[in-house]
């Protein structure tokens, strides 16, 4: 990617506190194929984590989720490098899960003062694979994105409908359960082979998730996430200070925003 020439992005697992009870975090190998689950259910809870912001739904077997943002402009007020990241996936959330399928977009900070956007899709343990120049990703593109099961295959696609391009890879996951579905603003880390530490929250402003829907293996059609048992997410600091922050949901339950608060 465009960080350290040893060094990958990933949008790592999450680390969670619910209702005031910290869940530790997984060890890490040094191949980085560790479990990325750190949650205990509870319905409709808000919660806090120090790399997502947004919502989850748990607690049956999904097929597919979805969800539309207008991709936001980043700001790069000083050198420091910054990254956020848009995207929905499924599975990494609950504690039996080894897998994460994720596809969406980048608003980072280069390090220069300039901003850098770009899409990319993650299948963890693996690393995120950035998409080829063909599909670039521009401020104020209007985006789609989608992750579907087919029993152990995951089709993961992605579209601009402003640039006009469709972006759609198969995955063959055997370890997914496919037990949970995201609706996530990410502070992304960056790994070498022994560690990996999260990169500072780049001030996106806001980013609005349309039509943010499921389906299960019970209900075919894409419904929204109120009608699953479903968690809030604040991204925190370290000290617990809101780092971004999901508004309530609004539109029969498939719209929220998230809003950048600090670094």
Known sequence: MRWHAMMSLRRLLLFMVVLGTPVVPASRAA?????????????????????????????????????????PEVR???SASQASSFWVGLDGYTRTSTSLEQIGTDSDCDGMNRPQYYA???????????????????????????????GTVYTLQLKDWTARWHFSTAQTVTTAQAGSAEWVAEAPSICSRLF??????????????????????????????STFSHDKIVMVTGSGLPKARPSTLTNKGAKFTVGWVRT
């Not at 191949?31 to 809870?45: C, D, E, F, G, K």
């Not at 500072?200 to 998730?209: I, R």
């Open 31 to 71: 191949s980085m194929a560790y479990t990325p689950i750190l949650n205990a259910r509870i319905v409709h809870a808000t919660g806090t984590s120090t790399n997502w912001a947004g919502y989850v739904a748990s607690g049956v077997a999904f097929t597919d989720v979805r969800a539309s943002w207008k991709q």
């Open 196 to 225: 990996c530490q999260l990169v500072p929250l780049a001030d996106f402003g806001t980013v609005t998730f349309n039509n943010a829907a499921a389906t299960t293996t019970t209900r075919m059609q894409p419904t929204a996430i």
């Open 120 to 150: 990319w899709y993650e299948v963890i343990p693996a690393p995120s694979v950035p998409l080829p120049a063909q599909y670039a990703v521009h401020a104020g593109d209007t985006m789609s994105a989608e992750v579907r099961r087919t």
């Open 76 to 78: 790069c007020p000083t």
